[in-house]
């Protein structure tokens, strides 16, 4: 039987092929920790459900406007507008989707052509790559370097821009290294983008799992940038809502309608009761995503400490995320024989760095997203098995 040929060239998701081995190791009844999914383990703040479940009981169970709500779409505005700097219409420049993930697959697919180019920041999260050749684009990959703190070089972005440039798509803070973008950076980018006329489009889900110091900005909000950037975020990571599925994007009308395209033949619209739980967590969930993130940051000390103490390993500790990502190359062991070896011979389950980057042979990507006990068992698991390598 016949498929669609460029079908061939799209991989499925190594994280999930991670995930279903541990899973099934665990049914088998083997001691298995899940430092490989980027999923917190908090549960949704109960006033967010309470919200969800206050609509049921008024039986909104019926289609939703493909744009999402109004008052959803006016709540992510008024997010936008207090935390971002951007000033978005909700009637006219926000889509809420079913997802990250479908914001993203709306960006490429709704804006891009044949022949145009994407360029992605590598190392970067699997789907933009595989994004970009489903929408029969090329993708042109600028590598971040971790003796530069895992920032890309403007320069090398300058030289991957071409004619043919149509996006660039950014993430930050950044999976799977937790860098975080500094400003002077993002003013350098909207410079180029506003020289050659192409299209940011920036996935900032992880804005609210900053640390210490670090600066979230948003490019949109920077003098020039606001109609020609695509911003991309979700309530997933930072209210504990990964499987209510709700993302969205915030971009000049233009490029929201192809956008609504695609989003209206791949979903339609998300369940109204869902939207009713994301205006509470927009308007009231603060306190909720600071006692999340100090946690968060209890963990990324306790792990890179522990994980410190390894000579053979590396590690640029994170300024966001709940993601770590150590250099294992003094071992001599391509990341993916270290990881499937990891789990196998201890039960820790991590990703290995090729799944974010074509020369990611050398890191695996640990998530800290995960109880305190866990993450000193999971440490002392991986420690033990490099001193067995050794």
Known sequence: MHFSNHMDEIQLSKIRQIGELAGKMAKEGRSVIKLQVGEPDFDTPQHIIDAAIASLNKKETHYAPNRGTLACRQAIAAKLRRDNGIQADPEKNILVLNGCAEALMCSTLGILDQGEEMIVIEPCFINYVQLAKLSGCTPVVVRAREEDGWLPDIEDIRRAVTSRTKILLLCTPTNPTGAVYPRALLEDIAKLAMEHGFIVVSDEVYEKLIYG??????????PGMEERTVTINGLSKAYAMTGWRLGYVAADEALILPMLKVHQYAATCLPVFIQAGAVEALDNSEADVAAMRQEYQKRRDMLAELLGQCEDLSLTVPEGTF???????????????????LLEETGVATVYGTAFDQKGQGNIRISFANSEENLREGARRILQFIAKMR
């Open 213 to 222: 110091q670090a600066e979230h900005v948003s490019i949109a909000s920077i």
């Open 323 to 341: 993601y770590m990502y150590p250099n294992i190359s003094k071992l001599g062991i391509d990341s993916y024989d270290f990881v499937f070896k």
